[in-house]
């Protein structure tokens, strides 16, 4: 039956096929990434990009099911459940993380366009722009914008939302912030999941945001930082300012000290008697 059953297989999707099982089974990581909505060119670039790190294949889904199918090792099957329609499966011997967050920072910026969701605020800024007067007036006006004419060119008097987060981008916000060159969007792969052939682990939820991280990082610092001062926790960090501490407290009982140990005056009575 297995005969019968390959041999109905064109020979072009068998080649295929053996190419996605031989890369599974060298390749320490398969990064499944989203490649809705790339344009061509730019998922060339990206190929390009990525030349000497990873090997990019684009196949039908259940092309990529069956070579995971017939892979040896069973934990890598767990994957085929992340394997969505406009994906590219990605092979390559460094660590999934590491090629997940250089996915992540090669993403391009992209205009907006009438009927995307804002996945953020999109603010115009305050400045000068090169945009003349003229009917270019009226469109800001209509977004609630307040301009100025400086030197023959508008200019934005104060920063202004024009779409909220979650909120349709209106024909009239994409045309502004097409003439403002401001891009609120960014193109690249999304990773979805990755498998780990070294460790035979598979790892979900690998859109690495490393800006939005670092954040949480300094906030969590700016935070813990004086309560550990407070609290007298003595590290590298805060043993200089607990020595500070330390000697703001000597001096200040150093003064009630001397206080105490002051001699007192006589009253003037008794300097008479």
């Not at 690249?188 to 052939?197: E, S």
Request: charge should be positive.
């Amino acid at each position: 039956m297995k005969a019968k059953e390959e041999k109905k297989i064109p020979e072009k999707k068998r080649n295929s096929m053996n190419k996605l099982k031989k890369l599974i089974e060298s390749k320490r990581t398969i990064l499944v990434a989203s490649i809705k909505n790339i344009p061509g060119s730019q998922f060339q670039e990206i190929t390009k990009k990525f030349r000497d790190k990873a090997i990019i294949l684009v196949s039908k889904k259940n092309l990529i099911i069956r070579a995971i199918d017939s892979a040896a090792d069973e934990k890598i099957k767990s994957l085929k459940e992340q394997i969505q329609d406009s994906t590219a499966i990605l092979f390559s011997d460094i660590d999934c993380f590491e090629l997940a967050t250089e996915l992540i920072d090669k993403k391009s910026p992209a205009k907006a366009k009438a009927g995307q969701i804002a996945t953020e605020d999109i603010e115009i800024p305050a400045g000068p722009t090169d945009m003349t007067p003229g009917p270019a007036i009226s469109e800001l006006g209509a977004l609630g914008i307040q301009i100025l004419i400086d030197k023959g060119k508008i200019s934005i008097k104060q920063p202004k939302i024009i779409t909220m987060k979650g909120e349709k981008i209106s024909s009239g916000a994409a045309d502004i912030m097409n003439k403002l060159d401001i891009k609120p969007f960014s193109i690249g792969f999304i990773p979805l999941a990755a498998f780990d052939t070294k460790e035979g682990k598979l790892y979900l939820n690998i859109n690495i945001n490393r800006e939005g991280i670092l954040n949480k990082m300094r906030f969590a610092h700016e935070k813990a930082f004086p309560f550990a001062v407070q609290i007298g926790y003595a590290n590298k960090d805060t043993i200089g300012f607990l020595i500070e501490k330390a000697g703001m407290h000597e001096k200040t009982l150093g003064k009630f000290i001397n206080i105490e140990n002051a001699p007192q005056q006589n009253s003037g009575e008794e300097d008479k008697q």
